[in-house]
């Protein structure tokens, strides 16, 4: 039985609607990371914020422990796209497991820019099994039949 965890880091909600979602369709297993410091409100503002700890690779330390891996072959990787690639607490998460051997894949929720999302997750993922992720722009995320549509195509493509 292929077991199935989903780690997603959502800061204003709307990852963390789609990581419910994916949950239950596929009777998956969900860990939150929760960095150990808060972002502004402000969108702008945390961007600067986030701005910079990329700049001094200051990355957030995350609250509890990380998951044990081992007992999953597929790891689904959830969180909002922060300057068109992962948010820093995803960053944190994604160099601190050992993904070696496993099926990977993530989506991502954002307005309208993830061009560099999906293959710096899957540099993040060398010597797993990366599946192309699902992106989702506002255009999806407002419509719960589209989020549907996008995420049963998906998971096709899931082993
Ligand atoms: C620091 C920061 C940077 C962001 N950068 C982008 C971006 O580059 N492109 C984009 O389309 N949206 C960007 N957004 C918007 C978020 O990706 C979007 O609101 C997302 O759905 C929030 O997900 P969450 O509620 O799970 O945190 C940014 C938001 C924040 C807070």
Sequence with gaps: ???ILIAVYSQSGQSMRIANIIKEKLQADLYEIKPKRKYNDDM???WDEAQE???TNAY???IGELP???EYDTVIVGGPVWGMTLANPVVTFM???DLMGKQVSAFWTFYDHDEKYDNAMKDYSMGADYVRGLSLPRSITGNA???EDKI??????LN
């Design 1 to 3: 039985m292929n077991k």
């Design 44 to 46: 702008w503002k945390a």
């Design 53 to 55: 700890e990329m700049a």
């Design 60 to 62: 957030p330390g995350l």
């Design 68 to 70: 044990d891996l081992q």
């Design 95 to 97: 160099r601190n497991v």
């Design 145 to 147: 039949k589209k989020i």
């Design 152 to 157: 049963n195509q998906w998971i096709k493509t």
